[in-house]
């Protein structure tokens, strides 16, 4: 494809613009850390800065991602003074290396105050220099890490290239003990994209899409998802024209966008990309949403990215696959042809079953937000308790393993426990189970609890610290059994017997959807934690301190600040929903049920009026029943309104609490009430006439082109 990676400044054009020396600097930096010097990156800088002018661009800025889970820019004119007092284009490798925005506005949680206004940003060279075109210019981008003034990560990217520093070493050690050659272990990712598209002329008519990108009212339709035909259905002619220029501007950004299909829901669907190392994989699925959001204005449509934008169908989520890899090409996660092989492969797989087990509050947290509150656990989604599901073929050779059945592991053994059969797709080791929340589809894991607006960068950080914890206790154990049984293979064997073991209660290979699962789930220890907050704590327990701390991830200020941050924002999410709902329901929900029931009252009274006069012969039953349903109706006004008034005397109760204790009131009162709010509204839309309906319904929104 020839436009594919057009506008990033990639390896390939960089080896092209500069000297070999200054290239072979620059993959070592990428490679060893070893940084350029302050010559080789003035080189590079002026390489970059002519690329990007020939392609059209006058303004740079270094692109990073805050704590809020979006992006951020600033924007630099290359223009500046020359020697003679005249203007020049001009870009050094000062300017390229760091940067400083005024820090001031962005979330700290507390690691600087609002006066502490100085931030850098730091270029990231793992990321290619990207070019963001519009009608009217074009502006370098250039991917960078944020930080404060003391050094403390402000962003989503520094964190993220710690945990990569993390699992390298230790994935390097123990591979290195199956007499493995690699220079570079790292992690792999493929996120799996779901989204809605509306058309924009119902978007700009509900204030709740427009304020919360979520519908707080709105009955179901009569037609949902329950006939089927949307899931790979044929895609339709608008949707697909918007998907074919999404992959245009997806790939001359370099995106290896793969697949694009119908989803489950109605203008439901699904990017998925080809596994990139993890890092540039966050930074392209951040790059594809802004995309998304854009290609979708000039089709006339919206992207919904929020979790669960319609209430009665599926939400939306982000499949995190995950999987590791080794500068030989080789795939960790990939059973071998040899015993050799498929024993590293069985070592690498108990360490993230012991990672899991050990760290599933982690897990939990990574994915905790607002809006996937509305999705995980609504059998749509795995719900908030995680476990593993690895299939049958693998769960009996744990099993077999755990109890000694396979102790020793010769080639025949393997090829008969299956292992060497996983690439060639069995039916038992390919299997899915769709219902858990982290499972095992062959060379990778697919950690399914993301909500579709999240950065996948935290997830993908603490799954790798989590990781490489369970790497080193597990290298430490073989190198420990070893001195005992004086034999490398009966250690191994030996160690994963007590790993599977202590792992086991992760496991389960049933639905995760059922209630039964929940009980049995408590029974093994495992958390269930629905509560945003209450799972985000699970970033400042001591423990979990000292782990980030030991891979040098995250400080102990980090971990509070990113606490702090994340309640805060799921606190002021819930107070835009609440408002906007209570905007709703005084200007567009309670006058609606009024002007009917107006208009039904009139009606009643010139009937009674009829029937008084014997103009009109009515039966009794009938004219009861009109007077049930102008109850009815005046009962749902009342409870709306009612209820619209609790919810306001709840918000100016708590509007004094710190966070924490708000965070509390919202989960388990706030909204509930709003659910009870909008099950009287949209029992009011399912009887109120259209003409006096001024909401677009669900039914325009999702089936109507």
Known sequence: ???????????????????????????????????????????????????????????????????????????DSFLDYGASGKFIEEFSGSKLIQGEP?????????????????????????????????????????PTIFISYHGESLDKKLPLLRSEEAIRKAALRLVKLFGSKAKKVFSTCG?????????????????????????????????????????????????????????????????????RHNEVAPHQYEFAPVFEESNL?????????????????????????????????????KHLNWSLADDKGSNLLNPGKTPEANL????VLGAVLKAVHNHADLLRASVASAGNEHRLGANEAPPAIISVFLGEQLSVILDNIEDGTKAKLSRRDIMDLGVAGLPKFNKDATDRNRTSPFAFTGAKFEFRALGSSQNISTSIMIVNTIVADALDAIADRIEKMQVKTKDFNTAV?????????????IRFEGNNYADSWTKEAAKRGLPNVPATTKALKALVKP??????EKYKVLGKEELAARYHIWVDIYVKTLEIEANTLREMVDSNIVPAGLEYQGMLSRNLHELIQLVKTAALKLD?????????????????????????????????KASSCSDDIKADIYFNELKPLMEHIRKHCDALERVVADEHWDLPKYREMLFID
């Open 191 to 259: 996120p799996e994209q779901e989204y809605f598209l509306i058309d924009y002329k119902y978007f700009r008519l509900r204030q709740d899409l427009l304020m919360a990108g979520r519908t707080l009212v709105g009955a179901s339709s009569p037609k949902g998802q329950q006939m089927e035909d949307q899931y790979f259905g044929s895609i339709k002619e608008r949707m697909l024209e918007y998907m074919h220029e999404v992959g245009v501007e997806a790939y001359k950004l370099g995106i290896p966008v793969k697949t």
């Open 281 to 317: 994989a966050a930074d392209h699925n951040q790059l594809l949403m802004d995309v998304m959001k854009k290609v979708a204005k000039r089709h006339g449509l919206v992207c919904l990215l929020h979790e669960k934008p319609f209430a009665g169908i599926n939400g939306s989520g």
């Open 102 to 142: 005024d820090a001031s506005s962005f979330p700290s949680g507390g690691i600087r105050t609002t006066f502490e206004a100085r931030g850098y940003t730091a270029w990231d060279p793992s990321s290619p220099a990207f070019i963001i075109e519009n009608k009217l210019g074009k502006t370098l981008c250039i």
């Open 543 to 548: 423990e979990n301190i000292k782990l980030f």
């Open 1 to 75: 494809m020839a436009y594919f990676g057009q506008n990033t400044f990639s390896t390939a054009e960089i080896k092209n613009r500069v000297t070999r020396k200054t290239y072979e600097s620059f993959q070592q930096w990428i490679d060893q850390g070893e940084t350029i010097s302050e010559s080789e990156a003035d080189e590079i800088a002026s390489a970059m800065k002519s690329w990007a002018i020939e392609k059209g661009a006058n303004f740079y800025t270094h692109w990073f991602q805050p704590l809020t889970g979006l992006t951020a820019e600033k924007h």
């Open 493 to 505: 064997v030996r160690v994963l017997q007590e790993v599977f073991k202590e792992s086991k209660a």
């Open 344 to 347: 590293q492969f069985l070592t």
């Open 620 to 652: 009794k039953k009938a004219l009861d029943d009109l007077k049930d349903h102008l109850s009815a109706v005046t009962s749902m006004i009342y409870y709306v309104r009612k209820n619209t008034r609790d919810m306001e005397k709840l918000l100016t």
